[in-house]
């Protein structure tokens, strides 16, 4: 089993629409959460970070970290069709230098 | 300094040659990370860099991969003997070297194994 669950979609929604993109995780030692965004045969641009429990909110972005469930999610508000890309969550220990990403989340947002 | 980069962009090779990519990392970040990530797959952590350190392996990095680091800047990663399997997204990501700094990723070197 990996450390890092990511529901790999595909997810389709229309304009405007909220989305929520999930991962869940095995490892207590992750203190760090990131998610990333993807498009296609692009490298992982950083779209949110956050440090622990709690919310964390950038324009129409927000990541929610529940660290007593494992579980991470990320909102995308009035969602667009630049936003269709594949969405890589990732999660960190402290003081370690990898990253352990999700194999991520395939979405379309349709005009 | 826009970000860092990577090259080759694309690389195809014939299985048995070595090959070699390169990543310049963000000027005044002194981490530098190489993963490799196959399609439908997260990125998957191979070593990183402080300055001309290298910290760590994944003990899935065969012996036929060697990274340097030479100056603590830029970094080369080889791949001796290629095999197709090795065929992938090679990602180079920087960093400062503090608590909770994260990374940013470059382009990628994308390889196919013929």
């Known amino acids: 089993q990996k450390e890092v669950e990511q529901d790999p979609g595909p997810l389709s929604v229309p304009e405007g629409a909220i989305v929520s993109l999930n991962c869940t995780y095995s490892n207590s030692a992750f203190q760090y959460f990131m998610w990333y965004r993807q498009y296609s045969r692009k490298g992982p641009e950083l779209l949110m970070y956050?440090?622990?429990?709690g919310n964390k909110e950038d324009g129409r972005f927000t990541a929610q970290v529940d660290k007593s469930s494992k579980y991470i999610s990320l909102f995308i508000r009035d969602s667009q069709p630049s936003d269709s890309a594949t969405y890589l969550c990732?999660?960190?220990?402290?003081?370690?230098?990898?990253?352990?990403f999700g194999d991520g989340t395939t979405l379309t947002v349709k005009p | 300094d826009t970000g860092v980069s990577q090259d080759p962009r694309h690389k195809i090779t014939k299985r048995g040659q070595n090959v070699t990519f390169r990543c310049d990392p963000i000027?005044?970040?002194?981490?530098l990370y190489w993963y490799r990530q196959t399609l439908g797959q997260g990125p998957e952590f191979l070593t990183y860099?402080?300055?001309?350190?290298?910290?760590?392996k994944s003990r899935l990095l065969s012996d036929r991969f060697s990274a340097e680091r030479p100056k603590g800047s830029f970094s080369t990663l080889e791949i001796q003997r290629t095999e197709q399997g090795d065929s992938a997204m090679y990602l180079c990501?920087?960093?400062?070297?503090?608590?909770?700094?994260?990374?940013?990723f470059g382009p990628g070197t994308r390889l196919l194994v013929l």
């Open positions: 956050t440090y622990s429990s």
């Open positions: 000027s005044e970040h002194n981490r």
């Open positions: 860099f402080q300055n001309e350190a290298q910290l760590e």
């Open positions: 990732a999660m960190r220990e402290t003081n370690a230098g990898k990253s352990t």
């Open positions: 990501a920087s960093s400062l070297a503090q608590t909770g700094e994260t990374q940013y």
